[in-house]
């Protein structure tokens, strides 16, 4: 068997005044908790550093690039780095990335239990909008301050096992899971800042927000038997409510684990990656059941084209 003692270490909120230093030893100690439970992989939230600035309308530049780092593992991010090697615990975790020729990411990276960053994915599937919306009860601009990933959904083999990256919005995007799939991914690690309230629409609270969120989660751990480790950042973020519900999805999609609160919180489980094998070689057994002669519009078509009237 082919074990992995996963754990979702779930951020509580984190304030605009909030500094790097003070989330990394919020993080520390929670890395500390996976290794007394004996973890040796962790997954962190989608923007783990910082506050969910996309939610602030800024237009110069230099108050933008506040967010990002332009070097990872940098100077704030270092003692994370060398406590995960210390303790022999491989991570994933977000982050919003600045390169050195400027593009603006929102990124995660997975490591190796060395600490070597094995690797990199940039979020593919932007939500929100670009300009101020004042129609909106808050903003979302996404956007406007990141560009789309650019890099596709990679897997890589890690601890023994193949493992992709998501981010946020795009576990609400089955094509994500399906190309993640089409490589044989076992464990898909995803952070996410969902806010508990929908913007744009009154009447949808925190329980549909959770709803959405699980099914996103479940339908593609099982439509691929691999295993979906989502974690949030949660909380109210100066008065702005985000979800809680980090989870941890088996590949038949059942929710094995999820937090209970909306704080710094830890839940951890042992992933059998062999536990994917039923469903990739029957029911999900692409090579045997698929029809691409039939799927055409998936990637020659972006919007949806009804039938003339
Ligand atoms: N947040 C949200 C998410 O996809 C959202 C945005 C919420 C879009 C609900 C649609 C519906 O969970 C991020 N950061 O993508």
Redesign the pocket.
Not at 125 to 128: F, I, M, Q, R, S
Not at 192 to 195: I, Q
């Given at each position: 068997m082919r074990e992995i003692v996963t754990a979702a270490l779930q951020l509580g909120p984190i304030q605009k005044s909030d500094s790097r230093e003070n989330v990394v030893a919020r993080m520390i100690k929670l890395l500390e908790q996976a290794k007394a439970a004996d973890a040796t992989f962790v997954v962190f939230p989608?923007?783990a550093l910082t506050t969910?600035f996309?939610r602030w309308f800024m237009e110069e530049q230099s108050d933008v690039d506040q967010w990002f780092e332009s070097s990872m593992p940098g100077p704030a991010t270092e003692p994370l780095f060398a406590c995960a090697r210390d303790m022999r615990m491989a991570m994933s975790f977000g982050y919003a990335e600045l390169t050195p020729d400027g593009q603006h990411f929102?990124t995660s990276i997975l490591t190796d239990t060395s600490g070597a960053i094995v690797g990199k994915y940039r979020?593919v599937?932007?939500?929100?909008h670009s300009e101020y919306d004042c129609e909106r009860a808050f903003q979302?601009l996404?956007k406007r301050y990141f560009l789309p990933g650019d890099l596709g959904f990679p897997v890589w083999r890690n601890l023994n096992a193949n493992m992709g990256m998501l981010?946020?919005?795009d576990?609400?995007w089955p094509e994500a899971y399906r190309v993640l799939g089409l490589q044989g991914v076992e464990m898909v690690t995803l952070g996410?800042?969902?806010?508990s309230v929908?913007s744009q629409m009154s009447n949808e609270g925190p329980q549909d927000?959770l709803f959405?969120?699980r099914l996103s989660c479940q339908s593609g751990a099982y439509q691929n038997a691999t295993w979906v480790v989502a974690v949030a950042k949660a909380g109210v973020e100066d008065g702005h409510p985000l979800i809680g519900g980090s989870l941890i999805v088996d590949p038949n999609g059942k929710i094995v684990a999820e937090t209970a609160t909306e704080d710094d919180e830890m839940i951890v489980h042992v992933c059998d990656m062999d536990a994917c094998t039923f469903g990739k070689t029957t029911i999900f057994d692409f090579k045997r059941h698929r029809r691409i002669e039939h799927y055409g519009r998936i990637t020659e078509q972006t919007g949806a084209e009804p039938p003339a009237v």
């Open positions: 989608e923007l969910f996309p929102n979020k599937h932007l939500p929100g979302h996404e981010i946020c919005n576990r609400r996410f800042n969902t806010p929908n927000r959405h969120h």
